[in-house]
């Protein structure tokens, strides 16, 4: 099992639609987790950062945590065609022995297209 | 605030060759985390430098070392290139008050011939 699963893509939306990314994680201790945004040939960008379970908003984004599913998720409201990119959830792992120092463990990333 | 900027930008080697990556972190970062990132891995953590001190590393060969000065910088060295190490090397800094939020550099893209 990988340390950090995201939905298969690519994911093709209209624009103005919801759309909806999915990452699992393996590790039950992890307290950290985030959303980056990589475009085509550029470094990833964070988006959003969440902590704790629920919902958390920031513009058209909401991230959503679960732990006791140990499930994250990113939606996206009233998608742009500039939000076509790659979004890669990463995770803070528990502090064990000092192994999560300056360490994120990313998801393969999720493909998204909008399409006008 | 200036962002992270990693230099050179683009670089191509042959295999047996050695490069150096240099980065420098957002002003006020302590903590550089390096990663590896290919089309068949994904991104993946090679080390972490707080304060001059290696303090984690990933599971990579030995070929594969850093370092980190006194003003924050660090660099990344790869010894004996081999074909498999051309990828996008992303370095991150992140603040001692924020240590888990990482804010990455535009990345060197080595190509090993």
């Known amino acids: 099992q990988k340390e950090v699963e995201q939905n298969s893509g690519p994911l093709s939306v209209p624009e103005g639609a919801i759309a909806s990314l999915n990452c699992t994680y393996s590790?039950?201790?992890?307290?950290?987790f985030f959303w980056y945004r990589q475009y085509s040939g550029k470094s990833p960008e964070l988006i959003m950062s969440i902590y704790s379970n629920g919902d958390k908003e920031d513009g058209r984004f909401t991230a959503q945590l679960n732990k006791a599913s140990q499930y994250v998720s990113l939606l996206i409201r009233d998608s742009q065609p500039s939000d076509s990119a790659t979004y890669l959830c990463a995770v803070k792992g528990s502090w064990a022995g000092g192994t999560s120092y300056g360490k994120l463990t990313f998801g393969q990333g999720t493909i998204l297209t909008v399409h006008p | 605030k200036a962002g992270v900027t990693q230099t050179p930008r683009y670089l191509i080697k042959t295999r047996g060759q050695q490069v150096t990556l240099s980065c420098s972190p957002i002003s006020g970062h302590r903590s550089v985390s390096w990663y590896q990132q290919t089309p068949g891995q994904g991104l993946q953590f090679l080390f972490e430098?707080?304060?001059?001190?290696?303090?984690n590393k990933g599971n990579f060969p030995g070929r594969f070392s850093g370092r980190q000065f006194s003003n924050s910088r660090s660099e990344m060295n790869v010894s004996t290139l081999e074909l498999g190490d051309s990828a996008l090397y992303l370095c991150?800094?992140?603040?001692?008050?924020?240590?888990?939020?990482?804010?990455f550099g535009p990345g060197t893209r080595l190509l090993v011939l």
């Open positions: 590790d039950r201790g992890s307290q950290s």
């Open positions: 430098y707080f304060s001059e001190t290696q303090r």
């Open positions: 991150a800094s992140s603040s001692i008050d924020r240590e888990e939020t990482q804010y």
